[in-house]
């Protein structure tokens, strides 16, 4: 990586921040809805009725997130092969930004419905453009490492958002949760000013002009000729199991964490106050670990898949994936045993996803790369917006606790192993143009 130009590594950096900002608003309602949801449904915080609650509107708006997100990732995909990567990144940026500060303004469940989904679709067209744009620009032989390093800013974003979180309801308004929440969506504005940075300091590449210039303009049912048919199923396939996965676990992190603490500050006799702070406290604790492991996770892809190969590599993540998530929530652990283990999950259900930005843009043409990667990427995202839906609806039916439900998922990764018959391994492939 040291024999990057400054250039790439200013290409590198403006899409790593693209994606790192558009996780971190995009995971901004998980933290805030214990305080957000009560509130606009005029219920008292903490209350069983707002804990209820809490779950089933958390996984209802995840998959609300999901479907907008899986619209944009293929409608922008198809954006950035038509007027190229940088305008489609900034473009998508502005969108995910404003959507998410609006949602500060929500006076009910429903307009902070409408926002998020507004800020989901550009949420879901940033990843395409940025990934095809570091693909693009980086030399054949550093391919796989710019495109894991690009994904380290998932854990950034999460990281940045467990802070602001902390920070805003945790210390400046720990004694005003009812207003604390808009507070943390304002935040969502920061990605405004890194989108008109990225649009100064990174032109079009050279790849995208070249053939947007020579080459007939794509077309999503390309994706489903005879050329490109088993490449697009591929993608699909690998990327599907692999969203099931970190969405049921990942939107209920806060919640999980919410819970264990909860019932430890009633065993310590806690007042209000203690019980807030324990609670932010525990939710930290949880999603760092959660991101750390995910951050080692997205780093050792890169070995993986150079000396294992990107088929084998799948194998083995999905396999240990099932293995993490059924020992957190399958056990019989003490509270914050099972909040280290989310570490255990992070390595393995976020980690795999480091993949993503380099395997995706290689099976396809510079063309075509947008379209096909936003679509394998995102629209598997349709059928993933069921997972946070249905665990949020079962665990507030009482039809079995969160921790119960989540056990559940981890069998979801299971289904990688049964799909590798169709996976196109793609080690040692120069990029097509």
């Given at each position: 990586m040291l024999s990057l130009s400054r250039y790439q590594w200013t290409v590198l950096f403006a899409a790593w921040l693209g994606w790192g900002f558009d996780i971190f608003d995009g995971i901004l309602f998980n933290y805030v809805a214990p305080n957000c949801v009560p509130t606009l449904l005029g219920l008292t915080i903490g209350s069983p009725e707002a804990k209820q609650a809490t779950l089933f509107w958390t996984g209802l708006l995840t998959s609300l997130l999901l479907v907008g997100w899986a619209i944009g990732g293929v409608i922008f995909g198809w954006v950035a092969d038509r007027i190229g990567r940088t305008r489609t990144l900034l473009l998508t940026m502005l969108l995910y930004a404003l959507g998410t500060a609006a949602c500060a303004l929500a006076p009910n469940i429903w307009v902070l419905m409408a926002f998020r989904f507004i800020a989901s679709l550009g949420i879901g067209g940033e990843w395409a453009a940025g990934a095809s744009m570091v693909t693009e620009v980086m030399p054949e032989q550093r391919r796989v490492e710019a495109g894991a390093l690009l994904y380290t800013s998932a854990p950034f974003g999460l990281f940045l958002?467990?802070?602001?979180?902390?920070?805003?309801?945790?210390?400046?308004?720990?004694?005003?949760?009812?207003?604390?929440?808009?507070?943390?969506?304002?935040?969502?504005?920061?990605?405004?000013?890194?989108?008109?940075?990225?649009?100064?300091?990174?032109?079009?590449?050279?790849?995208?002009?070249?053939?947007?210039?020579?080459?007939?303009?794509?077309?999503?049912?390309?994706?489903?000729?005879?050329?490109?048919?088993?490449?697009?199923?591929?993608?699909?396939?690998?990327?599907?199991?692999?969203?099931?996965?970190?969405?049921?676990?990942?939107?209920?992190?806060?919640?999980?964490?919410?819970?264990?603490?909860?019932?430890?500050?009633?065993?310590?006799?806690?007042?209000?106050?203690?019980?807030?702070?324990?609670?932010?406290?525990?939710?930290?604790?949880?999603?760092?670990?959660?991101?750390?492991?995910?951050?080692?996770?997205?780093?050792?892809?890169?070995?993986?898949?150079?000396?294992?190969?990107?088929?084998?590599?799948?194998?083995?993540?999905?396999?240990?994936?099932?293995?993490?998530?059924?020992?957190?929530?399958?056990?019989?652990?003490?509270?914050?045993?099972?909040?280290?283990?989310?570490?255990?999950?992070?390595?393995?259900?976020?980690?795999?996803f480091g993949s993503f930005t380099y395997y995706l843009p290689e099976l396809f043409p510079t063309r075509l790369r947008g379209t096909g990667s936003g679509f394998c990427y995102n629209i598997g995202r349709l059928l993933a917006a069921a997972g946070p839906f249905l665990v949020g609806a079962a665990a507030a039916r009482g039809t079995g606790t969160v921790l119960d439900v989540l056990f559940w998922v981890g069998f979801l990764p299971l289904l990688g192993l049964l799909f590798m018959p169709w996976v196109i391994e793609t080690r040692g492939r120069t990029l097509a143009d």
């Amino acid at each position: 990586m040291l024999s990057l130009s400054r250039y790439q590594w200013t290409v590198l950096f403006a899409a790593w921040l693209g994606w790192g900002f558009d996780i971190f608003d995009g995971i901004l309602f998980n933290y805030v809805a214990p305080n957000c949801v009560p509130t606009l449904l005029g219920l008292t915080i903490g209350s069983p009725e707002a804990k209820q609650a809490t779950l089933f509107w958390t996984g209802l708006l995840t998959s609300l997130l999901l479907v907008g997100w899986a619209i944009g990732g293929v409608i922008f995909g198809w954006v950035a092969d038509r007027i190229g990567r940088t305008r489609t990144l900034l473009l998508t940026m502005l969108l995910y930004a404003l959507g998410t500060a609006a949602c500060a303004l929500a006076p009910n469940i429903w307009v902070l419905m409408a926002f998020r989904f507004i800020a989901s679709l550009g949420i879901g067209g940033e990843w395409a453009a940025g990934a095809s744009m570091v693909t693009e620009v980086m030399p054949e032989q550093r391919r796989v490492e710019a495109g894991a390093l690009l994904y380290t800013s998932a854990p950034f974003g999460l990281f940045l958002a467990t802070f602001v979180n902390l920070q805003i309801v945790g210390v400046w308004f720990k004694d005003a949760p009812e207003i604390s929440w808009r507070y943390v969506f304002l935040c969502g504005l920061l990605p405004a000013v890194v989108a008109f940075a990225v649009r100064l300091f990174v032109k079009e590449p050279e790849r995208w002009q070249k053939a947007a210039q020579q080459a007939p303009p794509p077309r999503i049912r390309e994706l489903f000729g005879p050329e490109f048919r088993r490449y697009t199923l591929s993608g699909f396939l690998m990327a599907l199991v692999a969203l099931l996965a970190w969405w049921s676990c990942n939107a209920f992190i806060p919640v999980v964490a919410t819970g264990l603490a909860q019932s430890a500050a009633k065993a310590q006799n806690l007042d209000k106050s203690g019980t807030l702070a324990l609670v932010e406290h525990w939710k930290f604790v949880a999603t760092a670990c959660f991101n750390l492991g995910g951050l080692i996770g997205t780093l050792l892809t890169i070995p993986a898949a150079k000396h294992l190969g990107r088929k084998t590599m799948f194998a083995l993540y999905y396999a240990l994936s099932a293995a993490a998530i059924l020992a957190t929530f399958g056990l019989d652990l003490a509270p914050m045993t099972r909040l280290y283990l989310y570490f255990a999950v992070g390595l393995t259900v976020f980690g795999v996803f480091g993949s993503f930005t380099y395997y995706l843009p290689e099976l396809f043409p510079t063309r075509l790369r947008g379209t096909g990667s936003g679509f394998c990427y995102n629209i598997g995202r349709l059928l993933a917006a069921a997972g946070p839906f249905l665990v949020g609806a079962a665990a507030a039916r009482g039809t079995g606790t969160v921790l119960d439900v989540l056990f559940w998922v981890g069998f979801l990764p299971l289904l990688g192993l049964l799909f590798m018959p169709w996976v196109i391994e793609t080690r040692g492939r120069t990029l097509a143009d």
